[in-house]
């Protein structure tokens, strides 16, 4: 519940500064949620050390050094707040219900439709959905930046359930790419501020049909 | 001495990189950095064909327990990659210099990122050419996401908002997209591993051996995440947001890799793991049927109404990556050789209409149809050149693209889907009319204003490539059998239905 809690934060919140403080509180909780995990599956040991230092130590400074200089609060989502909180407790319903109901043609092992991985699965699913709503409804290319990073803790938790015994360089890998991937983004929105004055996706017109 | 598969294999992935290393720890230097790109592009494209020799003798070669494996489909992209790398850095060592870039930063500034644009143009040749080697099904999400990070700044390069527009959302929408095949791949393997008793369960030639035994809703599933994800690298529509922007504000040469092999990676990818469920769920290929056919159109249509000649080559791509998608979809003996045949008349014609324009705009600084007109006078050459082109891409004989999509046509008569073959039929009417209607407007119209006169053909290293694109889409047009014992190859390690 709390990655759920911390991902609606992370997306709704307008002061850019707290959102990516909800966003590291998540990075936490992700390295705690994997540990845990990691006392049935040893191997999630090595998963836990990386997502702490790429997702809570890396991505949440390079978010923290990005900020410096930008207005305190996020140029004002497509979507406000109320609706916002009506529509993610229908997707935290509808992707809980599917993936609890549904948990046979969606799990592709046996581990994955035994709880507590069940549940690891629809949160994972939840936290990957909010980041792609996250991606969808902002106008802050800021936020899209945040959006992208909690699609990318959904993805990173789903694999505790789906695949635990994952080989260390495969994990490696992952996370290198989206480590790299995290800090292009910022690098060519901080680019946009500068040349273009602001980080307002709306404002991105120059190339349409 | 004998060079082993593993040294071979490993030279040719890894050889890019060392220049790389090197051209960015050089970047001031005004003489070295292009020498060291042409030779870190040619290594590659040079040990490419003893890679293809001993695949076409042994059928396949693998290294590290069959971790890195190259066979004949493999091999059909390997050879592009590096033949396009190579023939689109000897393009970018004068066309790089002539760009405003030098006017609008100072020529200090520009020349340390010109250092850093070849260095990134090798990095990402590198990470292609581990995209197509590898035979691990998490490795390849690894280095296709790798190949988008690699080339996200060159796209970005110029830095204006344009450019940094379309950097933004081609790497937000690449790496979103993509992600989605992260899932699929690591259902397919999570479902693999249980029936897996010897070796890695991430290997694509292990899972093949166990397919059959995963349940049809787990395959369904990965078949839908690897569409999303793989088909969004592919620019196949409705994913394909991301691809008119990037190729038309990267520069030329790096508009010249995207076009040319960067989405035909997402196609590699798509084929791999699509080649695990054909044999045993051929229902998986009316799926890619219908994004093709889609594509095919929507591509050919958004190109009609185009202005800008590289985003109408960029559409012009989604139309094309269709037919390619529509051949595999198919998914006969002839449908998968229509295919190859196709990808290769691809990656010979789009890079050849992309460097002419690029010769246009080094000549003129236009790239506006509406602007240009009666430039052929002024740029014989280029003007035949990009008329082989275009007459390749309509599928006009007796050029690459004509045997291709006839191939095609053939193959979708054979499977009697006629529907198929009048949308097929269509699209290429409609091809036709775009790219003669523009290669007639910029070449042979009216002279729009008297600046044109000043038009003259681009240096040697700019024609060149040029004309080896050009002379190489006549070649295989007429004499298709040089490729047959690649093409038929390939096309029998395919799955049918």
């Known amino acids: 519940m709390a990655l759920i809690i911390t991902s609606f934060g992370a997306v709704v919140t307008r002061n850019l500064r707290y959102a990516t403080y909800i966003y590291a509180i998540q990075a936490l909780l992700l390295t705690t949620v994997i540990s845990l995990f990691a006392t049935a599956s040893p191997t999630l040991f090595l998963w836990a050390a990386v997502a702490f230092i790429t997702k809570f130590i890396i991505i949440t400074w390079l978010l923290l050094s990005f900020i410096k200089g930008m207005p305190e609060y996020e140029i004002k989502a497509i979507i406000g707040f109320a609706p916002s909180v009506i529509i993610v407790t229908l997707i935290v319903i509808v992707v809980f219900e599917i993936t609890h109901k549904y948990v046979h043609f969606l799990a592709p092992t046996t581990l994955a439709t035994e709880e507590p991985y069940r549940t690891n699965v629809a949160v994972s699913l939840i936290v990957f959905t909010l980041g792609l709503y996250g991606i969808l409804t902002r106008r802050d290319a800021f936020k899209t930046a945040i959006g992208l990073c909690l699609l990318e803790n959904g993805a990173h938790l789903s694999l505790v359930s789906l695949a635990p015994g994952l080989k260390e360089t495969v994990i490696i890998g992952i996370v290198t790419d989206v480590v790299l991937g995290v800090y292009l983004l910022l690098f060519i929105i901080r680019g946009l501020r500068e040349v273009a004055g602001t980080t307002d996706t709306y404002q991105l017109t120059e190339l349409h049909w | ?497």
């Open chain 2, 1 to 497: 001495m004998v060079c082993t598969n593993a040294n071979l294999i490993l030279m040719l992935i890894l050889s890019p990189l060392p220049f790389s290393l090197a051209v960015l720890l050089l970047r001031r230097s005004e003489v070295l950095k292009e020498p060291l790109t042409i030779i870190g592009s040619f290594i590659p494209f040079a040990i490419s064909v003893p890679v293809l020799q001993r695949v076409m003798d042994e059928g396949y070669i693998s290294a590290f327990g069959n971790e890195l494996l190259i066979d004949h489909l493999s091999a059909i992209f390997l050879l592009g990659i590096s033949f396009v790398g190579f023939f689109a850095s000897i393009f970018a060592i004068r066309y790089m210099r002539q760009h405003p870039l030098i006017a609008r930063v100072g020529e200090e500034i520009a020349e340390r990122r010109l250092g850093i644009f070849y260095s990134l143009f090798l990095f990402f040749l590198s990470t292609m050419l581990w995209s197509v080697s590898t035979n691990n099904i998490i490795i390849l999400w690894v280095a296709i996401e790798a190949t988008t990070i690699a080339s996200a700044l060159l796209v970005s390069f110029y830095w204006d908002r344009r450019a940094l527009e379309a950097g933004y959302k081609y790497l937000l929408l690449l790496t979103v997209g993509v992600t989605f095949s992260l899932f699929g791949a690591v259902t397919i393997y999570a479902a693999s591993a249980p029936y897996i008793a010897n070796g890695s369960p991430l290997l694509f030639t292990n899972i093949k051996e166990v397919i059959s035994q995963i349940p049809a809703n787990i395959i369904l599933l990965s078949a839908v995440l690897f569409t999303m994800g793989f088909g969004t690298k592919a620019g196949l529509a409705p994913f394909h947001p991301w691809l008119p922007d990037a190729y038309a504000e990267a520069p030329t040469p790096i508009s010249v890799i995207l076009s040319g092999i960067m989405t035909e990676m997402g196609l590699y990818a798509l084929l791999r793991t699509f080649g695990l469920f054909l044999p045993a769920y051929p229902v998986v290929a009316s799926t890619l049927l219908v994004l093709a056919v889609f594509s095919m159109l929507l591509g050919a249509f958004l190109a009609m109404v185009q202005s800008d000649l590289k985003r109408l080559l960029a559409y012009s791509s989604v139309s094309q990556i269709g037919y390619i998608a529509m051949g595999l979809g198919v998914g006969t003996y002839l449908g998968y050789y229509g295919a190859f045949y196709q990808l290769i008349s691809h990656i010979l014609a789009k890079p050849l209409l992309f460097m002419c324009v690029g010769a246009i705009i080094y000549s003129l600084a236009l790239r506006n149809i509406e602007e240009l007109g009666g430039v052929g006078k002024h740029m014989p050459i280029t003007m035949a050149c990009f008329f082989i082109g275009a007459f390749s891409l309509s599928g006009i004989p007796p050029l690459a693209g004509f045997l291709s999509k006839l191939t095609l046509i053939i193959a979708t008569a054979q499977a009697h889907l006629w529907w198929l073959l009048l949308l097929t039929l269509l699209t290429s009417l409609l091809t036709l009319f775009y790219a003669v209607r523009a290669a007639y407007t910029v070449f042979w119209g009216e002279e729009k204003s008297e600046f044109i006169k000043e038009a003259k053909e681009a240096p040697l290293s700019i024609l060149f490539p040029i004309l080896v694109f050009s002379i190489l889409t006549f070649i295989l047009g007429v004499y298709p059998q040089l490729l047959y014992p690649l093409l038929n190859s390939a096309s029998l390690l395919a799955p049918f239905k």
